[in-house]
């Protein structure tokens, strides 16, 4: 980056020489003049005493919240959506550090939009990169650009149907034929269409489920199903990675009969879903320990399944034993059957029917009456013993199943990390969609060349931002900058003259290229990769309300010049705006 010193000491000087070689003041008090210079001295005291967020500002003058708030827009997970959004916080902290956020206790954010670098910073960048836990939507090198673009390219391929393959879901259906032991002859399994992953529509919302582990809490059904539902999808992926890999066994087949070396089709999604890892023992237990309607299996757990049938017994024994006191003629005289109701009902638990009240004593125990006193709801005194054991039953059933949801959830805790890495996981390949279908939106996005070369060569490039608004017949530029030792551009013209726009342009695909999302323009296109990006576009006079516009653009200057690295991209929009000419005098 061409650098522009700014020498405070030599304009001190300079301007004590000037005022030395004026005249000298008159004897007359001029208070004007007085008050006047006062207040100026107190204006370059607060200016120079004033800070900026260099970053935050670059990101707000671009308008790149809106692009990260569109791509957000475009992921189906809960994890995805707040990798994405988190990235907003991050880069626009205050020191411009590149660490990761969190998000559902599983971290998910992004890098600044730059920041110096040092060695223990790129270390600590690419272990960040190679971690899916804490892999930032923003790329910190040129080679995490190439990992972004080559994932979005290689999703371009299956989501456009010009891949030809098939997926074979054999780690789910071995689960299935586990479930249907002794049950009949394995279902074929049928081969599946290769295109995109697996994961489309589903939200994959773990934070609530670890909040209440973090409280110490146990798992419910529901939970317990998600968890699950989490773990067979996860199946699923990796029975579709597979499916890439065997294409690439084709393509590497393919090669070396025709004596080609061409890379493998598919490189960076594979390495997406390495980090997949599902318990043998905790998929087949979660998905055996459910029937059909959401319950804990009672042949799962048989000791359930016994309890279950014992309340059942009791049950049908009790109702059989009601209808036959019902059906008794020494009964019906002494029921209470004017006000028509149901001739049995459940008070507390216990089952009761309607008897005059001149005959509740000899027909069982009262649980209840009527407001007028005259009915009286008993339970009779041949079901007591019965009822007693069903509650008893009940109570044992209620604790084999607490006992059964503290093991489930104590197994869930064993596996929290590899759980928590399988959501980054299916989160990291649903932002992979999210950045094509949003290259889409902008009318078929193209991927650019990327190299540090501080190289930008588009043509037709259109703005994102008013793309995104939908607007019709957005004119396209062609910008060509780095090329030829060609290390800067001034744009001039009218007003209205689309100056601005194009700037902004340059900054937004210079933070696309790193949050790897295709870029608006013609092929073939070229943008480096700038770091960091670093602009000032628009008035800054209330930075804290005591600025003036040209002292705005000082303090970005500053700025500038502080956080400016040899790749920096530095955008400035009218510079010498808003100067005082009387401030010089």
Request: charged content about 25%.
């Amino acid at each position: 980056m061409n650098k522009l010193w700014f020498d405070e000491k030599k304009i001190t000087n300079t301007n004590s020489n000037n005022l030395n070689s004026q005249e000298q003041p008159s004897n007359t008090f001029d208070s004007t003049s007085s008050l006047g210079g006062s207040n100026q001295q107190q204006q370059r005291q607060a200016e120079e005493t004033q800070s900026l967020n260099i970053y935050k500002r670059t990101y707000t003058t671009l308008d790149y919240p809106l692009v990260i708030k569109a791509l957000a827009n475009e992921c189906d997970s809960v994890y995805g959506q707040d990798l994405v959004l988190n990235s907003i916080l991050v880069s626009t902290s205050e020191d411009g550090s590149s660490s990761a956020g969190s998000s559902s206790s599983v971290k998910a954010g992004g890098s600044s939009v730059g920041s110096k670098r040092n060695e223990s910073n790129d270390k600590g960048d690419e272990e960040e990169e190679n971690d899916i836990l804490t892999m930032p939507l923003t790329a910190t090198s040129l080679q995490g650009v190439h990992h972004r673009y080559g994932a979005v390219n290689e999703m371009q391929l299956l989501m456009e149907g010009r891949i030809s393959g098939f997926i074979t879901p054999k780690r789910r259906s071995s689960l299935s034929s586990n479930n249907s032991q002794g049950q009949g002859k394995k279902k074929k399994i049928q081969k599946l269409p290769l295109n995109r992953p697996p994961i489309t529509g589903l939200a994959f919302n773990i934070q609530p489920i670890l909040s209440i582990l973090d409280e110490g809490k146990v798992l419910t059904n529901q939970d317990i199903l998600d968890i699950t539902n989490i773990l067979e999808v996860s199946l699923d992926v990796l029975d579709w990675c597979d499916a890439l890999y065997e294409v690439n066994e084709e393509q590497f087949v393919n090669n070396k009969e025709d004596g080609g070396k061409e890379q493998d089709p598919f490189v960076e999604l594979p390495k997406l879903c390495k980090s997949i890892y599902i318990d043998s023992e905790l998929i087949n237990l979660l998905s055996n320990a459910f029937d059909d309607n959401g319950k804990l299996d009672g042949v799962t757990f048989p000791t359930i399944g016994r309890l279950r049938s014992k309340v059942r017994t009791y049950k049908r024994d009790i109702v059989s034993s009601i209808d036959s006191i019902l059906a008794m003629p020494s009964m019906k005289s002494k029921l209470a059957v004017e006000s028509g109701g149901a001739l049995t009902m459940e008070i507390n638990g216990r089952l009761v029917i309607p008897v005059q009240q001149t005959y509740q004593n000899s027909v069982g125990i009262v649980h209840d009456a009527s407001r007028s006193g005259k009915t009286c709801y008993v339970e009779p005194t041949e079901i007591v013993g019965p009822t007693n054991e069903l509650r008893q039953a009940e109570a044992e059933l209620r604790s084999e199943e607490a006992r059964v949801w503290r093991q489930l959830t104590e197994l869930i805790i064993q596996h929290r990390t590899e759980i928590e890495r399988n959501v980054a996981s299916l989160g990291q390949l649903d932002v992979v969609m999210a950045r094509v279908k949003l290259g889409r939106k902008l009318g078929n996005g193209v991927i650019p060349t990327v190299k540090d070369e501080g190289v930008v060569n588009v043509k037709d490039a259109r703005h994102p931002i008013l793309l995104l608004r939908g607007l019709d017949n957005v004119v396209g530029s062609d910008v060509t900058l780095g090329e030829d030792s060609n290390q800067g551009l001034i744009l001039t013209g009218p007003n209205s003259g689309g100056k601005t726009i194009i700037l902004k342009e340059l900054g937004l695909y210079a933070l696309m290229v790193r949050d790897g999302i295709p870029i608006p323009s013609k092929k073939p296109a070229r943008v480096d990769f700038f770091n960091p990006v670093l602009a000032d576009i628009g008035d800054l006079q209330s930075v804290d309300g005591d600025l003036s516009t040209f002292s705005g653009h000082m303090l970005v200057c500053r700025e500038v010049l502080n956080n400016a690295d040899k790749n920096a991209l530095v955008l400035m929009d009218e510079l010498g705006s808003g100067t005082d000419p009387n401030q010089g005098k």
